[in-house]
């Protein structure tokens, strides 16, 4: 996908996001507003600076918006039109896409290792399960060196925070 | 009287169980820095603890050493792996990798090793002569200041590292700044985008974005299918060309020094954004030929933002010893070990126990030139990480950076924080959005919103006494140029009056 | 190859197994490094007290006991973290009491300070300072400039709820007049605002501000302590009670630091922790940190504590909750005013 496509795309995510924050910025006013703070004052009120900075976002991003559909000789509407276009063209493409599924399947292995097996696990040995997990799903190297890294990998680390910088691990 | 205290200094620096806790101290300090997520403010924290049996002497001695390890470690993993050590090493990846992949890293390393050494010890000037006329200055800062220095920060780092477009580099920077507004309210206490949850009311910690945003990407950048290892060797190079390339900067070094030491001494702005002011100025001053190849491995851009970022340690330690107001994070750890070591400092350091000015003064210059023998041989082996297949090294990193993001709190909050924050990373990155502003932006965030606030309940409200105080009107002059120059203002205006 | 690698793996599992083993038995209390929480950054007077009760502390047990700054949400992340581990008398949590007792009225427990085992430890009172060249130099000046323009005189503070709030509640008592209230990020911002005088008055702990009174920089009016306190020879500060004895259902306000458990470990353990703390306390070492920093020892264990504690909790809670500042009434969690 052209770099100008996605970028276009994703300051009209940053616009809603933009809108979001600048009103619950101001949610936070009237919050703050009522009981028990009673702080009625805009610029002194913590909803301030968040809805400043919602609206700042908001503007910056149609900047950004602009820079993105304006090509010589064209009219704006039909370079919306093309870049959207592309957009549904790379999705249909990309489907199927190994390597783009590859690297997202180790983006989840790292996931569950942050999120399941470190709650689960003390930390030595989630994370001799992760290197192992990561390294035979990169097919790193030959199987007894995969382990053997792993294996060393994690004796070093533990013994360096938990000996040498006395750091209670998880 | 002052040579007397600074020969005991030195007598005390050079007793062999010292010297050994130097080394010792400054090898931990750096392997800290190296490591992705552990940052100077978390060793010095760690270690707090293991030199409060020490002797006084000995126990300041490591402390210092860590510190200026710590700091100084930072740029050897943002040279190699584009994965800064700490957050003050933010600025130096950006022309320190590109250095790297053109198979300077070496070079690179050198460079800012020796720079971070001069930085420290012009910073120790510094605090020997003119620790009173600093600290005034550092009273000159109040809510408006730092209110505007925190824009001009995020400002000038969207600048410098979205040069192609600048609005790409603010956005960035307002969504750290958005960031930041998680917790509760540091004026009112008040929860803000915390939706009940505890965790979230403690707001977002700056280690777990920093490690999200710059290392995750990198990290997953290695797990492909088919490998494409370029492998990048570091070349072998001549120290003296190292040398004589400072020589020629010398003037960058003195002026990136001066910066860093200033914004070192202000309370509460730290190295991270020392580096990046000492960066900006240098880019600004560099002719219009040469401005392009900043960020593409530039060595002035090295010199200055590790002479930046280390010569905030002087500048954070003058309010310690004046004021026993910390200047910066880390700063905020080693005066509690200072207060738990027995030694008062504030206002009546000086007729109490003088002697203790001219002992850290001795300690950081001992400091900083053993950080630069024993860097310079750490980074032979650390040059060698850029050979290592990186499908065995990257989890290994990933593994790290779990345990530098629990450590800040002690709590797996922050890990799974981390995790949400490498995803946004790599959004970003493949969009081409910088990741420094947004992190300076989480940094500064803080700062900007609770000083605005303050400032105009003081003034009630009024914006008025923003134009009546000298520092105010400088950063402003500079906010408005940096806006109008970037928004085409200026193009606009030139080109009427070549039309005319 | 292969050898080495099976002698790795039994290294391994030695290491592993051993680091388990640490944890397995439990009738020699303690076995194993205690963990002891503060709630707030490294640097702070919390943080401070508790290093240097630990390190005592850690001498009688026999064991390191480690500090642990989990920082965040006024103090509360670390106390929920405490409260929810398991209570099995490795995990302490050392906490200023102010924050602490009033955890249940801000809305972030249900759990109160009765269902803490405490020890108190320090007190440390408030001071209320003023820059060298203020026109007020005595607490009389103040309090009638207060009266007379009310909600204009800027007190600095270190944020709601900190023990600076609480010093100025009581001025605002005693004054019967509103302030303007200025928080900054922690004692430390807030003492170089009142060096560089961008506020009127500052009402932080002594602690903070001593040095700075001894050299002349700042002027102290009172303290807000029962009684009056010489800080250096020549120093004396006069307690607000001489002025305003009207002061007194409000005094003596300050922070208050102790070491806290979850109720439930076994008396045995309690025992043991007991007689640390009271070694702790009369440490050489501790008095001496305790003398620098101008904190009273206060050596309550936990019966005394608890009974000082009811006292403290009604005086802090409803202060908070008449200011504004908290959004549940102490009512609700059988707080009596």
Not at chain 2, 215 to 222: D, K, L, M, N
Not at chain 2, 392 to 405: D, E, N, R, T
Not at chain 2, 442 to 469: E, T
Not at chain 3, 61 to 76: F, K, M, Q, R
Request: a neutral charge.
């Amino acid at each position: 996908m052209e770099s100008k496509t996605k970028e276009m795309i994703f300051s009209l995510v940053l616009m809603v996001f933009g809108v979001y924050v600048a009103i619950e910025g101001y949610m936070i006013f009237l919050r703050a507003a009522s009981a028990p703070y009673f702080i009625t004052e805009f610029t002194v009120s913590p909803g301030f600076v968040p809805v400043i900075l919602g609206v700042a976002l908001v503007f910056f991003s149609i900047l950004h918006f602009i820079s993105c559909i304006r090509e010589e000789g064209k009219k704006p509407g039909e370079v919306i039109k093309e870049h959207f276009a592309e957009a549904a063209a790379w999705v249909k493409a990309n489907k199927r896409n190994v390597d783009i599924a590859f690297t997202i399947g180790a983006v989840i292995i790292m996931g569950i290792y942050t999120y399941v097996l470190m709650e689960l696990l003390p930390f030595w040995a989630a994370t001799l399960i992760f290197l192992l997990a990561i390294f035979f799903y990169l097919r790193t190297d030959k199987w007894w060196k995969n382990i053997l890294v792993a294996v060393l990998g994690v004796i070093a680390i533990v013994l360096v925070f938990q000996y040498c910088f006395n750091a209670a691990l998880p | 009287m002052a040579l007397e205290y600074i020969g005991i200094a030195f007598m005390t620096a050079l007793q062999p169980l010292n010297l050994l806790v130097l080394v010792l101290s400054t090898l931990v300090g750096l392997v800290m820095g190296v490591l992705p997520g552990l940052s100077a403010t978390m060793a010095i924290a760690l270690l707090t603890g293991l030199t409060y049996n020490f002797p006084t002497q000995t126990a300041i001695i490591s402390l210092l050493a860590i510190y200026v390890g710590a700091i100084s470690g930072g740029c050897q993993s943002a040279i190699l792996l584009n994965i800064p050590g700490t957050p003050a090493s933010a600025a130096t990846a950006l022309d320190g990798h590109p250095m790297a992949l053109q198979g300077k890293g070496g070079l690179a390393i050198f460079i800012a090793t020796t720079v971070s050494c001069l930085g420290t010890l012009i910073s120790v000037v510094f605090v020997l002569t003119l620790t009173p006329l600093l600290t005034s200055l550092a009273l000159k800062f109040t809510s408006w200041e730092f209110f505007l220095l925190s824009i001009f920060g995020i400002l000038i780092c969207g600048t410098i590292t979205a040069q192609a477009s600048p609005v790409k580099g603010w956005i960035s920077g307002i969504l750290g700044l958005i960031v930041a507004m998680v917790g509760l309210d540091t004026v009112d206490t008040i929860a803000r985008f915390s939706y009940g949850n505890v965790n979230l009311m403690s707001g977002i910690q700056l280690i777990p974005v920093m490690i999200g945003l710059f290392g995750f990407p990198e990290i997953v950048r290695a797990f492909k299918r088919h490998s494409d290892d370029q492998v990048t060797k570091a070349s072998k190079f001549e120290m003296k060309q190292g040398f004589s390339l400072i020589f020629r900067n010398f003037g960058n070094v003195l002026r990136s020094a001066c910066i860093g030491v200033g914004v070192g001494i202000i309370p509460g702005v730290g190295e991270d954004t020392g580096g990046w002011l000492s960066y900006w100025a240098t880019r600004s001053l560099a002719p219009a030929d040469e401005k392009d190849s900043f960020g593409k491995g530039n060595p002035k851009g090295i010199i200055s933002t590790e002479t930046g970022n280390n010569s905030c340690i002087g500048g954070a330690i003058i309010p310690v010893l004046s004021l026993a107001v910390p200047g910066s994070a880390p700063a905020a750890v080693l005066l509690a070990a200072f207060l738990m070591h027995g030694y008062r400092p504030g206002p009546l350091l000086m007729t109490e126990s003088p002697d203790f000015l001219y002992n850290v003064c001795i300690y950081l210059a001992f400091a900083s030139v053993a950080m630069w023998l024993i860097a310079l041989g750490l980074s032979k082996l650390t040059v060698r990480l850029l050979g290592v297949n990186k499908k065995y090294l990257m989890p290994i990193v990933y593994a790290l950076c779990v345990i530098g993001s629990y450590l800040i709190n002690y709590n797996l909050f922050d890990v799974k924080v981390m995790f949400v924050f490498g995803l946004l990373g790599i959004v970003l990155t493949s969009m081409n959005f910088p990741a420094a502003p947004f992190l300076l932006g989480v940094i500064l965030g803080p700062m900007l919103d609770s000083n605005l606030r303050r400032a105009l309940r003081l003034s009630d409200g009024s914006f008025l006494p923003m134009f009546q105080r000298p520092i105010c009107l400088f950063f402003l002059a500079f906010i408005i140029l940096l806006i109008l120059a970037q928004l085409g203002v200026f193009k606009v205006l030139k080109g009427k009056k070549l039309a005319d | 190859m292969k050898k080495l690698l099976s002698i790795l793996l039994v290294l391994a599992l030695v290491a592993s197994t051993s680091l388990f083993a640490q944890g397995a038995s439990e009738d020699n209390y303690p076995s194993k490094n205690i963990n002891l929480t503060v709630p707030y950054g490294a640097g702070g007077t919390t943080d401070l007290t508790a290093r240097a009760l630990a390190n005592a502390m850690g001498r009688d047990l026999g064991v390191t006991i480690n500090v642990v700054n989990t920082a965040g949400a006024g103090g509360s992340a670390g106390t929920l973290i405490v409260q929810n581990a398991p209570v099995d008398g490795y995990s302490l949590l050392a906490n200023g009491m102010l924050s602490f007792v009033t955890l249940p009225i801000n809305g972030y427990t249900d759990k109160t300070f009765r269902d803490w085992d405490v020890w108190v430890a320090t007190y440390a009172p408030n001071v209320v300072v003023v820059p060298a060249d203020s026109p007020y130099n005595t607490i009389q000046d103040l309090i009638e400039a207060m009266r007379a323009n009310p909600g204009q005189i800027t007190i600095g503070t270190a944020g709601i709820g900190s023990g600076g709030h609480f010093g100025a509640e009581v001025l605002k008592q005693v004054a019967g007049a509103d302030y303007k209230h200025i928080t900054y990020a922690g004692g430390g911002p807030a003492f170089t605002a009142i060096l560089s005088g961008e506020v009127d008055v500052c009402t932080q702990l002594l602690a903070e501000n001593k040095d700075a009174i001894i050299s002349g920089d700042l002027k102290a009016l009172c303290t807000l302590a029962d009684e009056p306190i010489t800080i250096a020879e020549g120093v004396t500060i006069p307690s607000i009670k001489e002025a305003y004895p009207e002061a007194e259902p409000w005094l003596p306000m300050g922070e208050v630091t102790g070491i806290l458990i979850p109720k439930g470990l076994d008396e045995a353990k309690l025992q043991k922790i007991d007689h640390a703390f009271d070694v702790a306390i009369q440490d050489q070492e501790f008095i001496d940190f305790c003398a620098l920093r101008s904190f009273d020892i206060t050596p309550y264990g936990r019966a005394e504590s608890q009974a000082y504690l009811e006292d403290f909790a009604s005086r802090v809670c409803w202060m908070l909750y008449d200011a504004g500042a908290a959004p549940i009434s102490p009512d609700e969690f059988g707080i009596e005013r």
